[in-house]
């Protein structure tokens, strides 16, 4: 089973970046989907960005392409989520998530592990 820790949420204003972080304690982190999503307050948890094992391929949520950018590092069994331009309605909890690969489905879809989540909270 794999173990996820997000870290580096924290409070931001509108207009700053941040860099998030998920490190895997699987040994075979590079054989997994990874992707992030967010719960805002009241409202339902919502994919924002998913990366293919090998890195080659990255899905983003409409709301925040552009803004937002996924990437990993194998070696380090980590995934990061950079976000740039950040606003009030970005304010979240963020969560890390894997899963195999299966070819036929969402990268936005059928995450079997999650982390704790790291909270995002953006002033205006």
């Known amino acids: 089973q794999v173990q996820l820790v997000e870290s580096g949420g924290g409070l931001v204003q509108a207009g700053d970046s941040l860099r998030l972080s998920c490190v895997a304690s699987d040994r075979t982190f590079s054989r997994y989907v990874m992707g992030w999503h967010r719960q805002a307050p009241g409202k339902e948890r919502e994919f924002v960005a998913a990366?293919?094992?090998?890195?080659?391929?990255?899905h983003y949520a409409g709301s925040v392409k552009g803004r937002f950018t996924i990437s990993r590092d194998n070696a380090k069994n980590t995934v990061y989520l950079q976000i740039n331009s950040l606003k009030p309605e970005d304010t979240a909890v963020y969560y890390c998530?894997?899963?195999?690969?299966?070819?036929?489905?969402?990268?936005?879809?059928?995450?079997?592990?999650w982390g704790q989540g790291t909270q995002v909270t953006v002033s205006s």
């Open positions: 998530a894997a899963r195999v690969p299966i070819a036929t489905m969402s990268l936005s879809r059928g995450y079997d592990y």
């Open positions: 990366i293919t094992t090998s890195g080659d391929y990255a």
